[in-house]
T-cell receptor
């Protein structure tokens, strides 16, 4: 069965530091992978997606993620954290039949 | 020019009542979804409609009944509300004719059952 695991329910970084949010997936078919961000009291917003082609994908707000098939990973990174990046981040995998499953989420804290 | 809208944003009600949440998308998407997000932020698919046809119906109590009058609307009716129904409910839509492209989410409806 397909699944998504986000390592670390909470990640704390200093402003200006590297952001790394980890995501591992299992999928029986070539995966379609997504990262979403949720700011407080808002809906989820698509940050970036991997469907086919280039394994390094760039998204909005300076985020990027790399699809590594051998490691079944799709980690999200940003070179320099900003206070406005504080939010909940969700990794997701499309499992077929119009269904997407989401990881449990990682809360990102950014310290001044 | 809101892409996916939901009403109401907040809903506070007593146990046993019946309530509805409405969702509309103006993106021209073919597929719409209802998700439930619990207090720990866990997001779970409830229903999905494609071109007004129900295609995903997860293990949700039959007190929950979705209705899609047209491709742009997906409503959720809940009968005999229980304390455990308290959560944030999100509507979403997507257009996946060329493979999954990701979903657009509404702002959510926070349901509190007293």
């Amino acid at each position: 069965a397909q699944s998504v695991t986000q390592l670390g329910s909470h990640v704390s970084v200093s402003e200006g530091a590297l952001v790394l949010l980890r995501c591992n997936y299992s999928s029986s078919v070539p995966p379609y992978l997504f990262w979403y961000v949720q700011y407080p009291n808002q809906g989820l917003q698509l940050l970036l997606k991997y469907t086919t082609g280039a394994t390094l994908v760039k998204g909005i707000n300076g985020f990027e993620a790399e699809f590594k098939k051998s490691e079944t990973s799709f980690h999200l990174t940003k070179p320099s954290a900003h206070m406005s990046d504080a939010a909940e981040y969700f990794c997701a995998v499309y499992t077929g039949g119009f269904k997407t499953i989401f990881g449990a989420g990682t809360r990102l804290f950014v310290k001044a | 020019d809101t892409a996916v809208s939901q009403t109401p944003k907040y809903l506070v009600t007593q146990m046993g009542n019946d309530k509805s949440i409405k969702c509309e998308q103006n993106l021209g998407h073919d597929t719409m979804y209802w998700y439930k997000q619990d207090s720990k932020k866990f997001l779970k698919i409830m229903f999905s409609y494609n071109n007004k046809e129900l295609i995903i119906n997860e293990t949700v109590p039959n007190r929950f009944s979705p209705k899609s009058p047209d491709k742009a609307h997906l409503n959720l009716h809940i009968n005999s509300l229980e304390l455990g129904d308290s959560a944030v409910y999100f509507c979403a839509s997507s257009q996946d004719q060329r493979g999954p492209q990701g979903q657009f989410f509404g702002p959510g409806t926070r349901l509190t059952v007293l």
